[in-house]
Structure formats: C-alpha cells, structure tokens
C-alpha cells in the first residue's frame, strides 16, 4: 500500500507524543527538573553527563575523564544515549547548574515509537483508524514500558527506550525495497550505533535479513557488498565518535550470560505487570528477558487465530522468510543456553571457550526477545483488523488498546507517578559543611575500596560533579579490569601504611577505615566519620579544625580488615 498522507502521519506523531504526556508528563521536558532522575540507574545517566558537559571537550570527542578517573570510560559505557550528549554539550547545554535532556529523548523515542509502528500498519490495513490505532498499541508495548519501570529501577534503562529502532528495521524489512534502501539502512545503523549496542546488534541481524531477501530476487551480490562496507564504515565511525572502545585487561564482558536470559514463559509472564494475568515462576535474571504482551496483546492473539481457523494456511511471501527466520535467531539468542521452562532449567548447553567472551558481551541475552514481542503483538492486531474488516476492525482494536492500557496500570502508574517527581534540587545525605569545604579543597573523591557501583556512590558523585573534581566513585556500564585491580592496589597500600595522597580525599568502608586507624597521624590527618560516612581528609588538621559532627569511627561491630 500507499505511504499514507502528511495528516495521517501527523495523527501517529501525536499519539506518540500523548502517550508520553500520559506516561511521564510535560514536567519531565524542563531541563532544569532533574528530581525525577535522582534514583537508582537514571542517577547514572544523570551524573555520568553532569561530569561530561561540564569537562572540556577530549579525545575521542566521547571522552569523560573525571567520571571514574584511572577507571573512567567514555560515555558510551555510562548509557547517556550518546547521540542525545553528544549533540546537547555541542549546541545548548550548560557546563553547570541542574540541566538534563532525557525528558526531551523519551518524547523522541515515544514519537517515533508510533510512527514506525504506524508505517508498519500501513503496509497491511486499508483504513486510518486500525493503523493509528495500531501505533497507539505499540507505545504501550510492555517491553517498551518496561524500560521505565523495572525490578532494577524505579524509573529504568533510557537508551533501551529506542525501541523504534526495531520498529524501524521491521519496516525496511517488510516494505518494498526502494533505491533508497542501502542509505536507509546505513543511516539506521549509525544512528542505533550511536544509542546502544544491543539495539545495534538486533538492527545488523534484521538488516542480514533484508540483505538476503534482496539477494534472493534480485542475485546483486556485488551492490548488497558496497553497502554492507558502507554500513561497516558508518557503524565504526559512530561507534568511535559514541566513545566504544577495547578495555585494558577486559571488561566488555561480564558474567550473566544463562543468567539473564528470556523464560519460554515470557510472552505470558507478567512479573507484577497485569492486574487479570498471573506470574508465572521465573528463573532469577528472567526480568532482563521480559517480553509479556499485555492482557490486550494476549486477547488480540487468541482473536486473530480465531478469526483464521478455519482459512487454509496461505504460503508465506518468499521475501518474508529471512525476516521471519532472523527474528526465530534473535528469540533463540534471547533462550540463551540455559533453557528455562518457569523456574524449572530444561536443559544446560555447554559453551566452547572460545564463544564464551562474545556471549559476555551481550550477556543481558533476554533483551533480543523484542523482535519477536512485536511481530506477535503488532502481527495479531494487524491480522485481526484486516481479516474483519475496517469498521469492526477499528472497534475491535480500541478494545484491546483499552484492556492493554487499563490492565497494564499496575506497571505503568507507578512510573507515572514518579516521574511527577519535579524540582532543579537533587537529595543528598551529605549534609555536613564539611563536604562542600572539602571538595572545595582537594582536587579528587576517592573510595576505598574502589569499584564499580559501590555502596553509596551516588552522592559521592554528586558532591563531585557539583564542585567539578573528579571521582572514582562511579557506576559503569562496564569496567576496565586492570587499572580497577591497580587502583584497588593502591588503596590498599594506603590503608596499610596510612599515608594518603594529599590532593585527595578519602571515603572508606567499615573494615578499611577500622585497619587504618592505628596507622593514621591523627595530629596531622582526619579521619572521622561524618553523615554516616567513613572519611580520611590527609593534610585537614594542619590548617582546619575537626568539623561540627563528626563522630569517631566505631570499630565494636566492624568487619575485620580484608573480608571485604
């Protein structure tokens, strides 16, 4: 069919953009409402491009020096959306002062949500109403909402909001290819390259799919070549630009892989999301392969194979089979090799070693169920409205629209709710003047042990940011291994001898703070604890006093030294 007209586009446009106002609201546009973001992962995303737009532009342009210093990444590892920091340090955002765009990047994600899912129905269904309608199922997708609101996070994973991207690779996939299709898919690409590398990862597989269904009609092996290396080309200078990087001494993988995977389940499970649809048992990490398709996607499945029971099974398009087969790729690789049937593990595939550092790398394998969670609930809903007609058809899916919002309240209200959360202020426990004097003074915030996301690093990482020194209290994406092991060496060194760096100071767990007090020069070195903080502040007493508050550290009930 037809690309529909400007205004119908425009209708899909505002869906989007009213779903968004009904999920998050207009306050989260303001730049200066950073309130919203100020727990679990948006803190990151919040902090991570705080320490960047206020940091001098580097090499690569990605670079972000002070968020994490010898373990700092660029901003690719910290999931900001880098296309979205990128453009906003480059053009409008301020270097201080509360500022943030990940509003404005889910209103662009919630707009294009509904213009894919829109093209999309456009192919199939004759009428306006039924693709609109259509559009506006696929912005309450579950698995999009979920990126909101998870187990993980009272607000979630902003990048993996993008979600259009698939919507967007579908679509190439199933219209008919143009000349412009090589550019299209080179730009998408870039632009996925640019967001996330699983979403990357499932556009490059989608667009193999539509690679070989153009080599099957048309045998241009020679042309399909040129594009694949254009979009090679376009991808690694994205990824560059994006901050992507090897680590030293490893770090892209972590271990999960078997772990957070998709249940054969998932489409039917849930997890707390449905007010008439019961959890299902689920292994640990399932919710990282949650692909539940809602009351109204489940309804809109049973209604389509009832509607076609009795037709005889029509051969599938020969150019839909290889986007068919790579989403089955794509559900599978989501299976992971740890097959998983409720809580019960069918069966356990062992890996050759050699496998097993790829698979870490995207060991979060659950996610690439989303492909398959749209072509069910897009494809149902699609098959539906066209095999009753327009008028019933559109009746029909207002219906299911209507079940899938109302019952999917349980999840999405309470995202609503926080994200009404407004205000330029941002919470700390650090309520001592002795923090701000403090970073006022040294040039960097240490912890003790050092690591990745270590308990209470966030205000850490505020106070940091917000006098612009540089931390290594930080929560990454992924780590570099070796300099994360070289700096947890020389922490340790310092709380065995007591000798501190004094450009720094210090903050330390229980059992570090406890080994290093017999050792530490009182006359000459803090070492207190203050709101609740272990703190060593080298050098404090040569020209200050002990601040107000501070407490001695309490030793009787710590850990012993090293049980860390």
Not at 355 to 381: K, Q, T
Not at 501 to 517: N, R, T
Request: aromatic share 10%.
């Amino acid at each position: 069919m037809r690309l529909p007209r400007g205004a119908e586009t425009a209708a899909a446009l505002a869906i989007g953009l009213a779903c968004f106002a009904v999920l998050l609201g207009p306050g989260v546009l303001d730049p200066a409402n950073v309130a919203w973001m100020q727990r679990n992962d948006p803190a990151t995303y919040y902090l991570g491009w705080s320490f960047f737009r206020a940091a001098p532009w580097g090499w690569p342009p990605a670079a972000n020096p002070l968020f994490g210093l010898e373990i700092a990444s660029t901003i690719f590892f910290i999931d900001v959306v880098p296309l979205m920091a990128l453009a906003m340090k480059a053009t409008i955002a301020p270097a201080g002062g509360p500022w943030q765009y990940h509003g404005a990047w889910l209103l662009l994600c919630f707009a294009l949500q509904a213009v894919f899912a829109h093209r999309i129905a456009a192919l199939f269904l004759p009428d306006a109403a039924s693709r609109l309608l259509v559009a506006a199922l696929a912005c309450f997708a579950p698995v999009l909402l979920w990126r909101l609101a998870g187990p993980h996070a009272v607000t979630g994973h902003y990048a993996l909001a993008a979600q259009w991207l698939l919507l967007a690779a579908g679509w190439l996939c199933l219209r008919a290819p143009t000349r412009r299709q090589p550019l299209a898919w080179v730009a998408l690409g870039a632009v996925a390259a640019l967001i996330h590398s699983y979403l990357l990862s499932m556009v490059l597989v989608l667009w193999a799919a539509d690679a070989l269904r153009r080599w099957l009609a048309a045998r241009r092996g020679g042309a399909l070549a040129a594009e694949a290396v254009a979009l090679a080309l376009g991808i690694a200078a994205a990824l560059w630009l994006a901050g992507f990087r090897t680590l030293p001494g490893g770090g892209l993988g972590e271990p999960g892989y078997g772990i957070f995977r998709a249940n054969l389940l998932t489409l039917l499970d849930p997890q707390g999301w449905s007010v008439l649809v019961p959890n299902q048992a689920r292994g640990p990490g399932d919710y990282e392969g949650f692909g539940f398709l809602g009351a109204g996607g489940i309804v809109a499945l049973l209604a389509a194979l009832w509607v076609v029971r009795r037709d005889a099974m029509p051969p599938l398009p020969a150019g839909h089979l290889p986007f068919l087969a790579a989403i089955l790729v794509l559900a599978v690789f989501a299976l992971s090799n740890v097959i998983g049937l409720g809580h019960v593990n069918l069966v356990r595939i062992p890996l050759p070693p050699q496998v097993e550092p790829l698979l870490a790398m995207f060991r979060a394998s659950g996610r690439m169920i989303w492909p398959l969670h749209y072509l069910v609930l897009l494809g149902a809903a699609i098959v539906l409205a066209r095999r009753v007609g327009p008028r019933r058809g559109a009746l029909a899916l207002a219906a299911i629209l209507g079940l899938q919002v109302a019952d999917s309240a349980r999840g999405w209200l309470p995202v609503a709710m926080g994200a009404r959360v407004a205000g330029p202020a941002w919470s700390t426990p650090l309520a001592n003047p002795f923090w701000a004097e403090a970073a006022g003074h040294y040039q960097r915030l240490r912890r003790i042990p050092a690591g990745n996301a270590t308990p209470g690093w966030a205000p850490l990482a505020y106070l940091a940011a917000a006098h612009g020194i540089g931390t290594d209290a930080v929560y990454l994406a992924r780590v570099a291994q070796e300099p994360l092991a070289a700096l947890r060496a020389r922490g340790a060194a310092m709380v065995a001898t007591g000798h501190f760096d004094p450009a720094e100071f210090y903050v330390l767990d229980d059992a570090s703070a406890c080994a290093v007090a017999p050792r530490i020069d009182a006359a000459r070195d803090l070492l207190a604890r203050i709101d609740g903080v272990n703190v060593v502040a080298p050098g404090w007493h040569a020209v200050r006093r002990t601040p107000a508050g501070a407490g001695p550290i309490d030793c009787a009930v710590s850990a012993p030294p090293g049980s860390r």
